[in-house]
């Protein structure tokens, strides 16, 4: 069964870091274009970030420079490295699969999310 | 910056009635990079149709997508209970490289 797990999630004071780790089963992590993408309460769906079967990473504004996207081939799993985290960051974080043979430029799995609270 | 559309914001209809959503983008976007997903409370989106009209596997035919250019529409021709949800538009390929729209929320009449 293809299956993503997410965990890592939790309260955290502003200017904080927290890495996210989302567990992939079913497939090859790195054979796949992984993404995050968050919601934050009552609100709708922000991508985050990607990175390409290849490496390339890219952010959205918002996070550019202070995320970082990775991921570990051996372990297939992916991660979200957060840093100088704001009040803004507070959402529900997703992981989600591009397989681009199947469902090219769009996301057909996802992970059941980690939750992301920001706050003093 | 692409900007992504939908409305309405809010739709109110019935069981076995037609659905219409409409999602508009703010520059001309190919039709191979635009998505459409249900989210239901407290559950993960789910991928409904890819490359504008495409439907994800076991997505039920009564979910249609169209259009071209900037303007794309998601059609549920009979709607059943269970599809009374929220839907995003998203489009991929375009600064930003990803881009939701605000969302379309179904509810029952």
């Known amino acids: 069964e293809v299956q993503m797990v997410e965990s890592g999630g939790g309260l955290i004071h502003p200017g904080g870091s927290l890495r996210l780790s989302c567990a992939a089963s079913?497939?090859?992590?790195?054979?796949?274009?992984m993404t995050w993408v968050r919601q934050a309460p009552g609100k709708g769906l922000e991508w985050v970030s990607i990175?390409?079967?290849?490496?390339?990473?890219y952010y959205a504004d918002s996070v550019k420079g202070r995320f970082t996207i990775s991921r570990d081939n051996s372990k297939n799993t992916l991660y979200l490295q957060m840093n100088s985290l704001r009040v803004e960051d507070t959402a529900v974080y997703y992981c989600?699969?591009?397989?681009?043979?199947?469902?090219?430029?769009?996301?057909?799995?996802w992970g059941q999310g980690a939750t992301v609270i920001v706050s003093s | 910056e692409i900007v992504l559309t939908q409305s309405p914001g809010t739709l109110s209809l019935s069981p076995g009635e037609r659905a219409t959503l409409s999602c508009r983008a703010s520059?001309?976007?190919?039709?191979?990079?635009l998505a459409w997903y249900q989210q239901k409370p407290g559950q993960t989106p789910r991928l409904l149709i890819y490359?504008?009209?495409s439907r994800a596997a076991g997505i039920p035919d009564r979910f249609r997508g169209s259009g071209s250019g900037t303007d794309f529409t998601l059609t549920i021709s009979r709607l059943e209970p269970e599809d009374f949800a929220v839907y995003y538009c998203?489009?991929?390929?375009?600064?930003?490289?990803?881009?939701f729209g605000q969302g379309t929320r179904l509810e029952i009449k």
């Open positions: 989600a699969r591009e397989d681009d043979n199947l469902t090219p430029r769009a996301f057909d799995v």
């Open positions: 079913g497939f090859t992590v790195s054979d796949s274009f």
């Open positions: 490359g504008a009209s």
């Open positions: 990175i390409f079967s290849v490496g390339n990473t």
């Open positions: 998203q489009q991929y390929g375009s600064s930003p490289l990803i881009t």
């Open positions: 520059q001309i976007i190919s039709t191979k990079y």
